[in-house]
């Protein structure tokens, strides 16, 4: 279950001169507002490796095999903080992720 913490709104609304209902009515469009900037990154971050992918096509390079697609740098990250260290390094995890994530994978 995730917490929040919701301040004590009585110091905060004093010095802006706010009802308590008013102060949480801000509250909850602050809240929406930080949701939908991750959403919004994360389709900045989809469309710019979709670009890249794109750009690159689906080629064999010698000694490396198949380009199978690109996976942005937060996407990296985290997965790596997720599902550890050695993600990246299983196959499958890898063909899972390309999977689930067609925007990254190569055409």
């Known amino acids: ?7 004590h709104w009585t110091s905060q609304a004093a010095e802006r001169g706010m009802s308590r209902d008013r102060f949480i009515q801000s509250l909850n469009h602050h ?9 919004r990154d994360k ?3 989809d469309a710019r490796c979709r670009q890249i992918t794109r750009a690159k096509g689906k080629h064999f390079v010698e000694g490396l095999g198949d380009y199978l697609g690109t996976i942005s740098e937060y996407e990296y990250q985290r997965a ?3 599902f550890g260290e050695g993600c990246m390094d299983d196959r499958q995890f890898v063909r899972e992720y390309f999977r689930d994530n067609e925007e ?4």
């Open 43 to 45: 389709h900045i971050r």
């Open 80 to 82: 790596l903080q997720i």
């Open 31 to 39: 809240l929406r507002y930080e949701v939908n900037v991750k959403e």
């Open 104 to 107: 990254c994978r190569a055409q």
């Open 1 to 7: 279950m995730s917490q929040i913490f919701i301040p």
